[in-house]
Structures are given as structure tokens and as C-alpha cells.
């Protein structure tokens, strides 16, 4: 099962051949709405307001995992901790998926890479490379905004919470960005519900080229919202707030 051990350079490697790729995480919320599950102990974030809505959204997350499977010549990175050793229940069903739709030939990573690159510097080698490369779209939340001067980018504005209930209009936005430039880049840092979304995009212009970042710029701005972020251990925590974090704002005239 091939395993992409550094995505950050898998990213840098395609934009310099300006090769359009596709890169996406299936973490434990996505799983959960994927298969009407909640752990013991794990809690259903707020991209949904209502089951029917993380239902359906489940359901696309779904249908997502299926297209990506089909023999496209598509270049895709797919971050997961299906095949680690620390996998759950949920990740049992996810792989059982996997193994159903015959992808563990697929390009794989740890499902929290942009955030591993922060600790030896290579999520900030990626972002330079992306400022560099030209035509980024960041669509994110107006909390984490500047986050776009690092990356030189263009902004697609989402709500903070519930960013799936106004899919249509952030699509179309994006939408209007490819269509201006084919070869547009787009950096989601806007949570599970508008996956789907980047996907549409992507298929319906597949010059085009996404990188799902998570919750990588959060703690930058404020948001800790994560718990390595509250209790201050880890790996990620002091290269993210010593030299990361300094390393975004530092774009910000």
C-alpha cells in the first residue's frame, strides 16, 4: 500500500509541474457522519445543525470516497488513520470501505500531515511554494482571513459555523475563480461540510488543484479549539506557537 511519507513535498512536487492534484482528509468527524456513529467519548461537530443534514452530508462524504475510486488518471492524496495502529471502530468501517472499492493502492498520509510539517518546517516550505506558484483561493472563515497573506491568496468567505447550508454560494464563488484561471489552486480551511463541495470543483474543473489544511491556521488567530491546542502538549504545540504561528502573522501588514 504505497504511503506518502512527506505530503507537504508530494504538494510541492505537483505544483512545481503544475500537475493538478486533489487532496482531502477523512478524520474521525467526517467517519462519524459517514456512518451514523458516535464513540464513546468522541462528539458530532457543528458542521451540521441537524442529524437529516449530517446525514446527508455523510451520505456525499460517501459518494466522494466512491468517485475517487474510479480509474480517472487523477492525482490524489488522501490522509487517514484508517491503517495506523491506533485505529478505531470507525476506522475499521472506513477500511472495510476501502478494501470494497479497492483503494490501498491510493496515495495515503497521516490524516494531521499539515500539522506534522509544522514541526520540521515543511508545511511552511508548501505554503511558500504555493504563494510562489500564483492564483490561490483560500476560502475560509472570517476568524482565520489573514491567513491568506502567507499564501498570497484570494479569499472565498464561509460562515464560522455550518458552512454546508450555504454550499451553493461558495460554490459558485470558487466556480467563478476557475473559470477566470483554470489552473487555480484552492486551500480549504473551511471544516467537513464543504468537502463535497471541493470535490464538485474539482471534478467539474480538473485543472484545478486543492489542498485540505484543516484547522492549520486556528491557534494562529485565536481559535483553540483543539485539545493539543488547550493543554499545551504534544509535538505540534511549541514549533506551532514558537514558529509557525510568527511565521503566518509575519505576512500581515
Known amino acids: 500500500m504505497p504511503r506518502i511519507e512527506d505530503p507537504c513535498l508530494w504538494v510541492s512536487y505537483h505544483l512545481s509541474g503544475r500537475s493538478p492534484f486533489f487532496s482531502v482528509r477523512y478524520n474521525d468527524g467526517e467517519m462519524m457522519m459517514m456512518y451514523k456513529t458516535v464513540p464513546e467519548g468522541k462528539m458530532l461537530g457543528t458542521e451540521a445543525n441537524l442529524a437529516p443534514a449530517n446525514y446527508q452530508l455523510g451520505a456525499e462524504l460517501r459518494d ?11 492525482e490524489i492524496l488522501i490522509g487517514c488513520s484508517w491503517n495506523t495502529p491506533r485505529a478505531d471502530k470507525l476506522c475499521q468501517k472506513f477500511e472495510a470501505e476501502v478494501d470494497y472499492w479497492d483503494m490501498r493502492d491510493f496515495n495515503w498520509c497521516n490524516e494531521h500531515w499539515p500539522l506534522d510539517g509544522v514541526v520540521d ?66 486551500i480549504w480551511a473551511a471544516g467537513c461540510g464543504l ?59
Not at 466522494?64 to 487523477?74: D, F
Open 121 to 186: 518546517g515543511s508545511t511552511q516550505g508548501m505554503i511558500d511554494n504555493l504563494r510562489a506558484s500564483g492564483n490561490v483561493v483560500l476560502v475560509t472563515n472570517e476568524r482565520l482571513a489573514d491567513a491568506r497573506h502567507c499564501l498570497g491568496a484570494k479569499l472565498v468567505q464561509v460562515p464560522m459555523h455550518d458552512s454546508w447550508s450555504d454550499r451553493s454560494r461558495i460554490f459558485k464563488e470558487c466556480a467563478a475563480h476557475a473559470q477566470a484561471d483554470e489552473s487555480c489552486k484552492f
Open 64 to 74: 466522494m470516497l466512491h468517485a475517487m475510486a474510479e480509474p480517472a488518471g487523477w
Open 195 to 253: 468537502k463535497p463541495t471541493a470535490w464538485r470543483l474539482f471534478w467539474d474543473f480538473p485543472r484545478t488543484s486543492h489542498v485540505d489544511i484543516g484547522h492549520l491556521f486556528n491557534g494562529v488567530f485565536g481559535l483553540r479549539d483543539y485539545g493539543w491546542m488547550k493543554s499545551g502538549s504534544g509535538p505540534w504545540y511549541d514549533p506551532y506557537f514558537s514558529r509557525f504561528a510568527p511565521y503566518v502573522r509575519g505576512f500581515i501588514k
